[in-house]
């Protein structure tokens, strides 16, 4: 890909050409001009003469594909910095690997003062288990260590991070040698950040959006909270991502919200919507995901955090205001306590009003053909992971371990809440999973259960669109005049329109429906490559040597 030398503007008109644009406004554009931020047309080659001598700047594409920038619905963008530069424990493949990595890490220049973790998943592991506090003790040469569970929903720390909290033994899920849970994971989690300093999380943050950046991510929605993070970070992370070039951020602060007093809070440190991981519950693999049957590997149904009451107050709360709500919703009885909340708040200000408002569910993993239907008639968006089902999906996987196979069969029906209406936006709850969003893509058109898939058409959409919609807003998300400029440019081989099966309408797949082709996502096939990486038409990554 080649362009003018020409010195960079926020105003300069930018006419790309020579490759291929995907529009709807036109399915086989090929160019694109761009002007004061924002698109200002699309279409072919031949058209494209007339504008380029009327343009600041001309790029030759070569072939290259350009796309919305994807939008990343649900991301904790300073725990994903700290995870890219601290201890990433996602590759072991033993506990005897991971604790390895551990020592290897306190012995080194990088291991200075508390160590921060991530990625272990025992399930993965031959041994079964987690790491012991003794094993973690000696491993971490004797240093405050926090080590968060994959799903982060439980922590294995170190003795020297739990003499930093007092009172920690008596606090609700705690556990003398497993992992900890619920209040005390809470307060050993706010103790290891309290110990990351300003310049630390700054650095996180940076390296957290530069990498979301280098993968064609132009938004991220940041959803923090008081039981996850703390204020500081939340607002220097918004105050930097206004101040620095790189993908926009909108940020929910998960905090139960019961008059304008509380409204007001969340407007005032800078947040959207008071949503995002509002726990209702916890998660399946701590096996704190609330249930209405008992797990098939334990003898219990989970944790619930807030009932249908506290929600519909929420919701009411928030809706008066003017004000995004949302909760996290995994296991099928949370699910079911957010329809039952969201319905009474309906039926005190209307459903009309409700609807209007978009509030929005995070994970949504358990759902019923009633709770789907409900999710259609309240304007619920299911704000959703495709990545956990190809990590923990399958008759194998986690999910079948902890619920059986019949039950984990039914989990993430992409395909049935797009049958109902419901809007899906795709995230990767990074660090939980990686920010990877063509993956993402792949994951949901290729889901362990087939009766799930979507196109890859509509995958695209939830993570681009899809994630716009999230957020209130229309007009971003697709190529068109008017749209922001925010767009990424890929290396990658031939455009396909991609179905996930026969039943499809062959009509779509057809050159002659003028359906916008997309990269190939077939499992093995090799994924786009970003080149660049565009946000309200400024330039925020170019691939090195490019």
């Known amino acids: 890909m080649t362009e003018s030398t020409a010195p960079q503007s926020e105003h300069r008109t930018v006419l790309l050409r020579g490759g291929d644009v995907h529009s709807p406004a036109d399915p086989f554009a090929t160019a694109m001009v761009v002007e004061r931020g924002h698109v200002a047309w699309v279409g072919s080659e031949g058209a494209a003469d007339a504008f380029a001598s009327g343009v600041d700047e001309v790029v030759d594409l070569e072939g290259a594909l350009v796309t919305p920038a994807f939008t990343d619905s649900h991301v904790h963008t300073t725990s994903t910095g700290l995870a890219l530069t601290g201890l990433d424990l996602s590759g ?30 025992a399930a993965r592991w031959p041994e079964q288990r987690p790491p012991s506090r003794a094993e973690l003790d000696e491993a ?20 020297a991070l739990l003499d930093l909290v007092p009172g920690v033994t008596g606090l609700a899920g705690y556990h003398p040698d497993a992992p900890l849970t619920g209040d005390a994971h809470h307060a050993v989690r706010a103790a290891a950040h309290g110990a990351v300093t300003p310049s630390q999380r700054a650095r996180a943050q940076r390296a ?91 003898l219990h149904t989970g944790t619930a955090r807030l009932d249908a009451a506290d929600i519909a107050a929420h919701v009411t709360a928030c809706t ?46 358990m759902l019923t053909p009633e709770t789907v239907a409900a999710f259609a008639e309240l304007g619920l968006t299911a704000s959703v992971q495709p990545a956990f089902d190809a990590a923990w999906g399958g008759p194998d996987g986690m999910y079948a371990r902890r619920l059986g196979a019949e039950r984990a069969a039914t989990l993430n029906p992409y395909a049935a809440l ?46 681009t669109r899809g994630g716009w919609r999230a957020v209130g807003r229309d007009d971003g998300g697709v190529l068109v005049p008017g749209a922001p ?24 797949t057809d050159p002659r429906s003028g359906t916008p082709g997309l990269p190939d996502l077939t499992p ?20 090195p040597n490019e």
């Open 92 to 121: 072991a493949r033993t506990l005897t690997e991971a604790l390895g990595l551990l020592r290897a890490f306190a012995n080194s220049e990088a291991g200075a003062g508390a160590i921060l973790g991530h990625g272990w998943d």
């Open 140 to 159: 971490a040469g004797g240093r405050a260590l926090y080590l968060p569970r994959v799903d982060v929903h439980s922590a294995v720390v170190t003795t």
């Open 208 to 298: 957290a959006l530069a990498h979301a950046a280098s993968l064609g991510i132009g938004t991220v929605h940041e959803c923090a909270g008081p039981e996850i993070s703390d204020e500081e970070d939340f607002t220097g992370l918004l105050k930097l991502a206004s101040e620095e070039p790189g993908p926009r951020v909108f940020g929910y602060w998960a905090e139960a919200v019961e008059g304008d007093k509380g409204a007001r809070r969340i407007r005032e440190i800078g947040a959207i919507g008071a949503a995002g991981d509002l726990f209702v519950d916890g998660s399946l693999g701590s096996h704190t995901a609330l249930l209405r049957e008992p797990y098939a590997d334990a």
């Open 320 to 365: 008066e205001a003017g004000l995004q709500a949302g909760f996290h919703a995994i296991g099928d009885a949370a699910v079911s306590a957010v329809v039952a909340g969201v319905r009474a708040a309906a039926e005190t200000l209307g459903l009309a009003r409700i609807r209007a408002a978009r509030h929005r569910v995070e994970h949504a993993e």
């Open 418 to 463: 797009l049958r109902a209406g419901v809007p899906l936006a795709f995230g990767s709850d990074s660090p939980v999973t990686p920010l990877d969003p063509w993956g993402t893509v792949r994951a949901a058109a290729h889901h362990r259960t087939p009766g799930h898939r979507v196109s890859v058409r509509a995958g695209f959409t939830a993570h």
């Open 485 to 508: 400029a925010d767009y990424a440019v890929w290396r990658t081989g031939d455009l396909l329109v991609q179905a996930p099966d026969d039943r499809v309408a062959r009509w779509s």
């Open 524 to 543: 093995g096939a090799e994924l786009p490559v970003c080149l660049r990486t565009v946000v309200f038409g400024q330039t925020v990554y170019v691939r």
